[in-house]
């Protein structure tokens, strides 16, 4: 298999349920990422072979393969081919899985991996139409229980024994190490500014806005969060509310991978070699523990330990799956998440494995580490993860 380096990541700012982005068309907010990505890498679109999208809710404008329309939208190469698949919320990450192994396989030499979602446009119930039937038909319900996310994610926190007081400590650290990165700087150099449209109470545009800056962080207390009523009311034990869960939001991804061979004769640095990338089953009823086995899987496969990681991302769908993942991998969270998660910058379904790649690949050079590990758990019980070297 030949060797696979990123050579550029980028992403938008994270919007928050409402904000900034909610009036962007997805395709649009994807085409400036995907458009930015090959003007900072300095390479001629037609250089790319494939281009992959991760997207959940595959319904209005981000239906009909949303990632070829940005790519078109964006003014790219018709030449170049684009798919979008759907992986729940490890999408974008199993986009860059595939990217890895078509250019690893030698399908293409160059390929784009990422993601979008617009979670205020279209809504993650919005493909969930029950009048063409379910996919959990009674079939399923004979091998598996049906459970949701939030069911999995208090089922998690029982079954590790994670009290809602320590659910609200891990999101005050999570909102604290946002705030610490953003005040920084850090992520400035790898988001693209977005112009948005500003509209009324009617739904007029009345103008623009650039948004270039996360909008999910906010000031969070203890107290505060212990204020807040639980997502399931009607559930004996409750543990998870709002403060405790990964944000709706906004969002677009993308990296761009090439063999280290291609890199060399197009005269560019890489940033990062792909160790390894892979996508796990897990338990579907716990469904959130899939981090657990994704990470087991890829550290046994290329024969390291946790305590050979510099940096590492575990999306913060819940607080109790960081929680869980922690506690079997025997991680004091030093490494883990440094920047804040999903609680405190927000989760844009499609988008977030790229996003948490992009800012892996950041993260490893301030800090100028070496491994750096990104896994998100996966609606249906999966798991992502994903293993880099900084070059």
């Given amino acids: 298999m030949a060797e696979v380096v990123i050579v550029e990541a980028v992403r938008s700012a994270v919007g928050k349920r409402g904000g900034g982005l909610?009036?962007?068309?997805?395709?649009?907010?994807?085409?400036?990422?995907?458009?930015?990505?090959?003007?900072?890498?300095?390479?001629?679109?037609?250089?790319?072979?494939?281009?992959?999208?991760?997207?959940?809710?595959?319904?209005?404008?981000?239906?009909?393969?949303?990632?070829?329309?940005?790519?078109?939208?964006?003014?790219?190469?018709?030449?170049?081919?684009?798919?979008?698949?759907?992986?729940?919320?490890?999408?974008?990450?199993?986009?860059?899985?595939?990217?890895?192994?078509?250019?690893?396989?030698?399908?293409?030499?160059?390929?784009?991996?990422?993601?979008?979602?617009?979670?205020?446009?279209?809504?993650?119930?919005?493909?969930?139409?029950?009048?063409?039937?379910?996919?959990?038909?009674?079939?399923?319900?004979?091998?598996?229980?049906?459970?949701?996310?939030?069911?999995?994610?208090?089922?998690?926190?029982?079954?590790?024994?994670?009290?809602?007081?320590?659910?609200?400590?891990?999101?005050?650290?999570?909102?604290?190490?946002?705030?610490?990165?953003?005040?920084?700087?850090?992520?400035?150099?790898?988001?693209?500014?977005?112009?948005?449209?500003?509209?009324?109470?009617?739904?007029?545009?009345?103008?623009?806005?650039?948004?270039?800056?996360?909008?999910?962080?906010?000031?969070?207390?203890?107290?505060?969060?212990?204020?807040?009523?639980?997502?399931?009311?009607?559930?004996?034990?409750a543990l998870h509310t709002a403060g405790t869960s990964s944000q709706i939001s906004d969002g677009a991804s993308a990296l761009l991978l090439m063999t280290a061979e291609r890199a060399a004769a197009l005269e560019l640095q890489p940033r990062a070699r792909v160790v390894d990338s892979v996508l796990v089953g897990s338990d579907p009823v716990l469904m959130l523990t899939g981090p657990i086995t994704a990470t087991r899987r890829i550290l046994e496969r290329n024969m390291l330990t946790l305590d050979d990681l510099d940096v590492i991302e575990v999306n913060e769908a819940f607080a109790a799956v960081v929680l869980a993942w922690a506690h079997e991998m025997k991680s004091d969270l030093g490494n883990v998440n440094i920047n804040g998660g999903a609680i405190a910058l927000g989760h844009p379904l499609g988008a977030t494995g790229a996003v948490l790649l992009t800012k892996c690949v950041n993260e490893l050079e301030r800090t100028r580490g070496r491994y750096g590990l990104v896994t998100m758990c996966v609606g249906g019980g999966m798991g992502t993860g994903t293993l880099i070297e900084r070059i």
């Fill in 22 to 237: 909610s009036h962007y068309p997805a395709p649009d907010l994807f085409a400036d990422v995907l458009g930015a990505l090959v003007v900072r890498a300095g390479i001629e679109s037609s250089t790319v072979g494939q281009v992959i999208g991760g997207c959940v809710s595959q319904v209005g404008q981000q239906s009909g393969n949303v990632t070829r329309s940005a790519w078109l939208a964006a003014g790219l190469d018709e030449r170049v081919g684009a798919s979008t698949v759907h992986a729940q919320c490890g999408s974008s990450q199993q986009a860059f899985t595939l990217a890895y192994g078509l250019v690893g396989g030698g399908v293409v030499d160059v390929a784009i991996a990422g993601g979008v979602e617009s979670m205020s446009q279209v809504p993650m119930t919005a493909s969930l139409m029950p009048e063409y039937g379910t996919s959990k038909t009674a079939r399923y319900a004979q091998r598996y229980e049906i459970t949701t996310q939030f069911e999995a994610a208090d089922r998690i926190a029982e079954v590790w024994g994670f009290s809602r007081d320590e659910l609200d400590e891990f999101a005050v650290l999570s909102q604290a190490r946002a705030a610490e990165a953003l005040n920084n700087g850090r992520f400035a150099g790898q988001i693209v500014p977005v112009t948005a449209p500003v509209v009324d109470a009617a739904g007029a545009v009345t103008g623009t806005v650039t948004i270039s800056v996360d909008e999910g962080p906010r000031p969070t207390t203890r107290e505060g969060l212990a204020a807040l009523k639980v997502n399931l009311r009607d559930r004996p034990v």
